[in-house]
């Protein structure tokens, strides 16, 4: 397996624009979780899904977040519209259960401006 | 409520000396599981062990070590003989028994100096 993938690696928007982030999950893994990281606020979770089914979004810092996983190989986290303070690296992992590690994709970097 | 505390938010330390990283946690849960990552400068999260809450066996692998007690609820990793390539942020993390929900700590950055 080639491990979590995200998608784009770096992306550069303007204020106002909408920004849809993506992720593959390794196949078979059960939980998929969004996680945000800036220098500020460290590691923030901002929704994870079981079975594809989103379970804490209590981490989606407004109602300009959102995600969904369609399938058990696809996760998108949209941002409308973006903000400059929505800058920050966006990590997306997945993980067979809660007893064993979750696995990293290498992360979108999101710059706004 | 769940919380993983890294109180050293940096540590710089000369090459082949041992450093210790502490962790301390919070859970409710009697069953739940500890992690450590490792973030190098290229900015990927590598996971480098899980502990279950039942097993308090330290571990060893080549210059890591990681020392559980439960008694004072913490889980410190320790590089012995540090090199210039540990240097990196590293997470302390926690699960626990009622969802997946994947709770990290701050982070605590490592400078190995040469």
């Known amino acids: 397996d080639a491990g979590v993938i995200q998608s784009p690696r770096h992306e550069v928007t303007e204020m106002g624009q909408e920004v849809t982030l993506r992720c593959k999950p390794i196949s078979g893994h059960n939980s998929l979780f969004w996680y945000r990281q800036t220098m500020m606020r460290g590691l923030e979770l901002l929704i994870y899904f079981n079975n594809n089914v989103p379970i804490d979004d209590s981490g989606m810092p407004e109602d300009r977040f959102s995600a969904k996983m369609p399938n058990a190989s696809f996760s998108t986290l949209k941002i409308q519209p973006s903000e400059p303070r929505d800058s920050a690296v966006y990590f997306c992992?997945?993980?067979?259960?809660?007893?064993?590690?979750?696995?990293f994709g290498q992360g979108t970097r999101l710059t706004v401006v | 409520a769940q919380k993983v505390t890294q109180a050293q938010t940096e540590i710089s330390v000369v090459e082949k000396e041992d450093v210790t990283l502490d962790c301390v946690y919070e859970?409710?849960?009697?069953?739940?599981?500890l992690f450590w990552y490792k973030q190098p400068p290229s900015g990927e999260l590598v996971f480098l062990i899980r502990?279950?809450?039942?097993?308090?066996q330290n571990e060893i692998s080549g210059r890591y070590s990681w020392n559980f007690q439960k008694s004072t609820s913490s889980f410190n990793f320790t590089i012995t003989a540090s090199q210039v390539v540990d240097s990196a942020v590293y997470f302390c993390a926690l699960v626990g028994n009622r969802d997946d929900k994947i709770i990290f700590g701050k982070g605590t950055r490592l400078h190995i100096l040469p």
């Open positions: 992992a997945s993980s067979w259960d809660r007893s064993t590690e979750a696995f």
């Open positions: 502990r279950n809450s039942f097993d308090e």
């Open positions: 859970t409710r849960d009697t069953t739940y599981y």
